[in-house]
């Protein structure tokens, strides 16, 4: 049961534009969501993050928009670079424990997208 | 501070066999998450442990599978008599009590490969 849904498995983008890669989740209990970064033989590498009572967060040149109603979440890099090619996923998690601090439970990934970006 | 740490970072096993894989949290951290990935897939997850405490087990394989966290020393995730099947990439990653416990931190994983 695929909660969490990466639909396109490869972007090509040219150096310098915006890329642009897509999340959809089916469990409305999900109230926060992650993007990481990963290369061949490596382990995921966290990049972004967004609470559920938020929209947008930002981080240089990551940005991360959170539609609740809809159920979808994108990853924005602008200006996208070659070193950003890579296979990225997004990840969804419920938080338990209370107020601040609350542990992050298991995460729920996506299959990933593999991001080329070319000269 | 040094990261994640797996090891060892490839293991082969023959069918039957069993396999330890270890994983030492950054410091600091004292959850500790094992996630596997099959080939084109994305991360699954296994199992969430806290020192000496598991947590969340509901990923886990109900037979040959088993992990533990212990007051000292790394945490250990053991496959018994191995299948063809139980080859993937085995990640772990750990959270802090404090400070920033939304993220999880991978390590470099450990490919595993049935012959």
């Known amino acids: 049961d695929q909660q969490v849904k990466q639909n396109s498995p490869s972007l090509s983008v040219q150096e310098g534009r915006i890329s642009i890669l897509n999340c959809d989740y089916t469990?409305?209990?999900?109230?926060?969501f992650l993007w990481y970064k990963k290369y061949p033989a490596e382990g995921p590498t966290f990049l972004i993050s967004?609470?559920?009572?938020?929209d947008k967060n930002e981080d240089g040149r990551f940005t991360v928009f959170l539609n609740k109603s809809a159920k979808h979440l994108s990853l924005h890099i602008v200006p996208s670079q070659p070193g950003d090619s890579a296979v990225y996923f997004c990840a969804a998690s419920v938080k338990f424990g209370a107020d601040r601090g609350s542990t992050l439970g298991r995460l729920y990934f996506g299959r990933g997208t593999q991001l080329t970006v070319w000269p | 501070n040094a990261g994640v740490m797996q090891n060892p970072r490839h293991l082969v096993r023959r069918r039957g066999q069993e396999a330890r894989l270890r994983c030492s949290p950054m410091k600091g951290h004292s959850h500790v998450y094992w996630y596997r990935q099959l080939p084109e897939e994305g991360l699954k997850f296994m199992v969430y442990?806290?020192?000496?405490?598991?947590?969340?087990e509901s990923g886990m394989p109900k037979e040959r599978f088993s992990a533990e966290f212990p007051k000292e020393g790394p945490s250990i995730l053991r496959i018994q008599q191995v299948v063809r099947g139980d080859s993937a990439a085995y990640f772990c990653?750990?959270?802090?009590?404090?400070?920033?416990?939304?993220?999880?931190?991978f390590g470099p994983g450990t490919r595993l490969t049935v012959t």
């Open positions: 469990n409305s209990m999900f109230d926060y």
């Open positions: 990653a750990s959270s802090p009590d404090r400070g920033r416990p939304n993220e999880q931190y």
């Open positions: 442990l806290q020192k000496e405490n598991i947590i969340d």
């Open positions: 967004i609470s559920s009572i938020k």
